[in-house]
């Protein structure tokens, strides 16, 4: 794809959003966020920096080793017994 090309096809996919005020706002916000000083995009509550996907990952090893951990049928169950709850 040439630097052509792609400019066209972002542009495109912002018009397709232009009548969506919700994601248009979400765009404002992801390119905006592309401007912070370490040049890295960020979407709201999702580890996105390399230190803040470092950090999930560690944290996520610590709960591994410490024995919090489901199964996936412990996961399943748990699913049902809250849409059942919803119901």
């Excluded at 400019?7 to 912070?36: P, W």
Aim: negative net charge; glycine residues 4%.
């Amino acid at each position: 794809m040439t630097a052509m090309d792609l400019r066209k096809a972002v542009l495109q996919e912002v018009v397709s959003l232009l009548d969506d005020d919700a994601a248009m706002q979400r765009l404002l916000d992801f390119l905006l966020s592309l401007k912070h000083a370490d040049g890295q995009a960020s979407i709201v509550g999702l580890p996105y920096t390399r230190q803040e996907r470092q950090d999930a990952l560690l944290r996520a090893e610590e709960e591994v080793m410490a024995g919090h951990v489901s199964t996936h049928e412990e996961v399943v169950v748990r699913i049902k017994e809250r849409i059942e709850a919803w119901k």
